[in-house]
Nanobody, 128 residues
């Protein structure tokens, strides 16, 4: 089992920055890919960024150049640095982890059902 806890959400004005963190615990050695997803009210959950344990990354087009995903394996922590935030980024942000059969990060980002472990989410609100 893997347990994920997100933190770092909050309210910022457009153009501001936030850094989200996701602390993983439990059987973390089985994780080979982690990702960030978001869901706004009335919308489907969408992939934001993903990273595998070789450091390969994938980003949604809407966040490329503004968001950066990274991980600190020694701390079992995943990060999402979000810059140049705009109101369209307002959503609940979730951390997710995948174990088992490998799937390329460029693919898995668009299939949230392939992630077996999820955190409770952290709210990000961007005001104009």
């Amino acid at each position: 089992q893997v347990h994920l806890v997100e933190s770092g959400g909050g309210s910022v004005q457009a153009g501001g920055s936030l850094r989200l963190s996701c602390a993983a615990s439990g059987y973390t050695g089985s994780i080979y890919c982690m990702g960030w997803f978001r869901q706004a009210p009335g919308k489907v959950r969408e992939g934001v960024a993903a990273i595998d344990n070789d450091g390969r990354t994938s980003y949604a087009d809407s966040v490329k150049g503004r968001f950066t995903i990274s991980q600190d394996n020694a701390k079992n922590t995943l990060y999402l640095q979000m810059n140049s935030l705009n109101p369209e980024d307002t959503a609940m942000y979730y951390c997710a982890a995948r174990t088992g059969v490998r799937v390329a990060v460029t693919v898995i980002l668009f299939h949230p059902y392939l992630f077996g472990y999820w955190g409770q989410g952290t709210q990000v609100t961007v005001s104009s």
